[in-house]
């Protein structure tokens, strides 16, 4: 890890421009799509702001090709808010394909507003 994640703060911040960990997934990601061309990639929004996320989420959008799929990072995409924060980070056309069951009953029949 570079040093430049010393707290909770820096890991839950903006990238270290020059970490190891960019150049190392961009290489494993290139090498899985020149391998599987036609393969659905799922990738982390990056929701909670968490570095390893938002490192795959900008790697995956530079390499995925035709078909990502994106998916809202869980525990934090429950916290109001953090899914509006981070699309309006992100800027891009993004549309839903699943419907938000929070607002529906929970399918375990239990008022969590979570499921």
């Not at 270290?16 to 190392?24: A, Y």
């Not at 995956?60 to 699309?87: H, I, N, S, T």
């Amino acid at each position: 890890m570079p040093q430049a994640y010393y707290s909770r703060e820096t890991l839950f911040g903006t990238p270290d421009p020059v970490d190891p960990l960019m150049t190392t997934l961009h290489e494993l990601c290139h090498h899985l799509r020149v391998q599987f061309p036609q393969a659905v990639i799922y990738a982390p929004l990056g929701v909670g702001q968490h570095l390893d996320h938002q490192l795959t989420c900008r790697i995956a959008a530079q390499l995925a090709g035709p078909v990502v799929m994106w998916y809202e990072d869980f525990p934090y995409v429950a916290r109001d808010g953090e899914l509006e924060r981070r699309l309006a980070q992100l800027d891009w056309p993004l549309r839903p394909l699943a419907r938000d069951r929070r607002a529906d009953e929970c399918a375990l029949g239990c008022d969590c507003g979570l499921c």
